[in-house]
């Protein structure tokens, strides 16, 4: 069948399904459909298609595609249209791949339910009345209802992975600076990643292919070699050692996730590998270290949201009015800048800029941002010492399965602690890589967390195909 039909079939699906699910925030029908009958063409002349000739993408709110709205899921840039592409983008283009729309998000993707963005909640497919996860939870959404192919994340903290575990596909985490973050709308970019959300172990390898490698556009972009990632996929896990972090194993996991982990394990060791139990001693700093870290940048980078040079502003003529009733000494910029911010995000966003400041104000600097960096070592440091013992960790995504929607919004620290699975491999710059290999009593999946040594993205594939 033509790309053309196939596109429309997405299409139709996200007319029928999208009201429902709230996965894309704006879908792009001609494009895609321009893009779909080009490939058509090369395909009628008898040219090859490239590597990812015809498949069919959603893309997540926060990276940049030409000519089309990146909105973050915020009202403050509601309106902005991207003057570039973002590399990933540009490569992808490049692979063939036809991109469909721009998938729903937490705000500035801080968050892990989806239910930060000003567009409202994407819903989890398999019962919305439940989140899909977070940040990345319209990209999870569209690919696990079959709006799309398959879509790209960002992972600050775990965006990428818990959406995928809580909606039952296949989600990747490259190691920091494996993946160009030009075109990414900063959140905290220490930690900011890109990566591929899919049915199939396959579908990322390919798509990681393209996207991975050295960008001159982002200096913290790694000229490290690229391996065949299928040809990778190939070569049997006999021999492989795969740890057990006891830390990610503690009262907190649900008991049938524990249950279903320990299966896998035990299924990996019955095909030739080697299962042994490690220890990640600081594992219990990371979601304190990762809120300061995460916030103190982010801080930083939403500074740049002024009301001035573009996205959302206040009515500055109402400002004035104001301001000649009054007696105020404020200057119309100033009022414009808080006013503007002040209707532009919203409160989570609004919550991590004030933390993010504090945390970096020179009488806490040393307190915390200084005290959080050197714990950021210590988890890294951890990893390093694991990996001399082990290839690949075994893990959970997230303790418990999707909560229903509400349920957390109003305790930020719940929420927060949902992350607890995810966030340090962020801290350490390593790969992870989330597949489903099961389902939980609740109808939900069971999500295993694979991670490994920083560019080692192969093996995690490999070890993920073999568990699904
Ligand atoms: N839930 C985490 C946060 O809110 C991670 C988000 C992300 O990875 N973008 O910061």
Request: hydrophobic share 40%; net charge negative; charged share 20%.
């Amino acid at each position: 069948t033509s790309c053309e039909a196939l596109v429309s079939s997405f299409l139709e699906r996200i007319e029928a399904e999208n009201p429902r699910l709230n996965a894309f925030i704006s879908v792009d029908p001609e494009g895609a459909l321009a893009q779909a009958r080009a490939l058509d063409e090369r395909l009628a002349r008898g040219e090859p298609l490239p590597p990812l000739g015809g498949l069919v993408l959603a893309v997540k709110d926060v990276i940049c595609i030409k000519d089309q709205r990146v909105t973050c899921g915020s009202r403050m840039l509601e309106n902005f249209v991207s003057l570039y592409d973002a590399t990933v983008i540009t490569r992808l283009r490049e692979a063939g791949a036809i991109f469909i729309g721009k998938t729903n998000c937490d705000e500035f993707a801080m968050g892990s339910s989806n239910e930060t963005s000003y567009f409202g909640p994407a819903r989890n497919p398999i019962n919305p009345d439940y989140v899909p996860g977070g940040s990345s939870g319209g990209s999870a959404v569209a690919v696990a209802a079959r709006m799309c192919q398959a879509a790209l994340g960002s992972d600050t903290g775990g965006s990428i992975r818990q959406p995928a575990a809580f909606c039952g596909i296949v989600g990747l985490k490259p190691t920091y600076g494996r993946v160009s973050r030009y075109g990414l709308v900063a959140y905290a970019s220490s930690f900011d990643t890109i990566g591929p959300m899919t049915h199939t172990v396959e579908d990322a390898a390919r798509i990681l292919q393209v996207i991975a490698g050295v960008d001159r556009w982002d200096s913290t972009s790694a000229p490290v070699e690229v391996p065949d990632y299928l040809e990778a996929l190939k070569q049997p896990i006999k021999g492989l050692r795969i740890g057990l972090p006891r830390e990610y194993f503690t009262e907190g996991l649900d008991p049938e996730f524990r249950q279903v982990l320990e299966e896998r394990a035990a299924q990996l060791e019955a095909a030739g590998a080697v299962v042994q139990e490690v220890s990640l001693p600081h594992t219990e700093y990371g979601i304190a270290t990762y809120y300061i870290l995460a916030t103190a940048e982010a801080s930083s980078n939403l500074a740049r949201y002024d009301g001035i040079r573009y996205g959302y502003r206040a009515d500055v003529q109402q400002i004035r009015r104001e301001l000649a009733e009054s007696d105020s000494d404020d200057s119309v910029i100033y009022r414009l800048y808080v006013r503007s911010r002040s209707e532009g995000f919203g409160t989570e966003v609004k919550r991590r800029i004030m933390l993010g400041t504090y945390v970096l104000s020179a009488g806490y600097y040393e307190a915390y941002y200084a005290k959080a960096q050197r714990v950021r070592r210590l988890i890294r440091q951890d990893f390093d010492r694991a990996f001399e013992q082990v290839d690949v960790l075994l893990t959970p995504a997230s303790p418990t399965p999707p909560f229903p929607l509400g349920s957390k919004l109003s305790d930020p620290l719940e929420m927060y602690l949902s992350d607890v699975y995810t966030v340090t491999a962020n801290l350490a710059g390593i790969p992870g890589l989330v597949v489903p290999v099961g389902t939980h009593s609740s109808g939900f999946p069971v999500g295993a967390q694979l991670l490994g040594r920083h560019f080692d993205e192969a093996t995690l594939l490999r070890v993920g195909r073999a568990l699904m």
